[in-house]
């Protein structure tokens, strides 16, 4: 059964970090494409980062952009969204996705990603 598990989410103050992680299993992630997508309350998903599966295209939404960074350790079959100096609007549900010889569009929303984790919660609140 191909997976995709978030673990890290959890509540931190304003300014702080946070490192999600999404561990993939019943399939190797070295041909695909990730990302981490986010969901606040009453508001649409949005794609907030991606790695192509070439490893070429990294992209981010300016919302997030100089704060976060996506990594992959393919050889712990993983990929990572470090989050830094963390703002009450990232406040959500962040999900990891994955698609196989997929790519990662400037426009991250528009991409398309057939494997989706359940989600992991994320509270900035003082």
């Known amino acids: 059964q191909l997976q995709l598990v978030e673990s890290g989410g959890g509540l931190v103050q304003p300014g702080g970090s946070l490192t999600l992680s999404c561990a993939a299993s019943?399939?190797?992630?070295?041909?695909?494409?990730i990302g981490w997508y986010r969901q606040a309350p009453g508001k649409e998903r949005e794609g907030s980062s991606c790695?192509?599966?070439?490893?070429?295209?990294?992209n981010y939404a300016d919302s997030v952009k100089g704060r976060f960074t996506i990594s992959r350790d393919n050889a712990k079959n993983t990929f990572f969204l470090q989050m830094n100096s963390l703002k009450p609007e990232d406040t959500g549900v962040y999900y990891c996705?994955?698609?196989?010889?997929?790519?990662?569009?400037?426009?991250?929303?528009?991409?398309?990603?057939?494997?989706w984790g359940q989600g992991t919660q994320v509270t900035v609140s003082s």
């Open positions: 790695i192509s599966s070439s490893g070429s295209s990294t």
């Open positions: 996705v994955a698609q196989y010889l997929g790519g990662c569009p400037r426009r991250i929303s528009i991409a398309s990603f057939d494997y």
């Open positions: 019943g399939f190797t992630l070295d041909y695909y494409a």
